[in-house]
């Protein structure tokens, strides 16, 4: 069975950046909806960026965008995510998850939607 796995998280101070990756396994991540989640303590995991691989078209939420920015390298069958200029409401573990497109493309960006998911990554911001 494939999996994902994220790497990448770690402590940083407020203003730094982090770069998480996450790898495929015996799963492709071309033709997938891939999405980045995140869920801070006590809190529900939301999306924060998403692409489309098939023709990188990619989405964020507004807490993210202009900081975040989601990629792919088809080659190493790995999506990126390039945060910078975080803060401490950044806090919280870091998800990836895939999903293959439907008839009208990619779903609806809620965690309910994936089916593939990681373990998660641990990113800390401190102030």
């Known amino acids: 069975q494939g999996r994902l796995e994220e790497s990448g998280g770690g402590s940083v101070q407020a203003g730094g950046s982090l770069r998480l990756s996450c790898q495929a396994s015996r799963y492709t991540i071309s033709w997938k909806c891939v999405g980045w989640f995140r869920q801070a303590a006590g809190k529900e995991r939301e999306g924060i960026a998403h692409?489309?691989?098939?023709?990188?078209?990619?989405y964020y939420t507004d807490s993210v965008k202009g900081r975040f920015t989601i990629s792919q390298d088809y080659a190493k069958n790995t999506v990126y995510l390039q945060m910078n200029n975080l803060n401490a409401e950044d806090t919280a573990m870091y998800y990836c998850?895939?999903?293959?497109?439907?008839?009208?493309?990619?779903?609806?960006?809620?965690?309910?939607?994936?089916?593939?998911w990681g373990q998660g990554t641990q990113v800390t911001v401190s102030s």
């Open positions: 998850a895939a999903v293959p497109p439907g008839p009208l493309g990619c779903p609806p960006f809620h965690p309910a939607q994936y089916d593939s």
């Open positions: 692409m489309w691989t098939g023709n990188s078209s990619t």
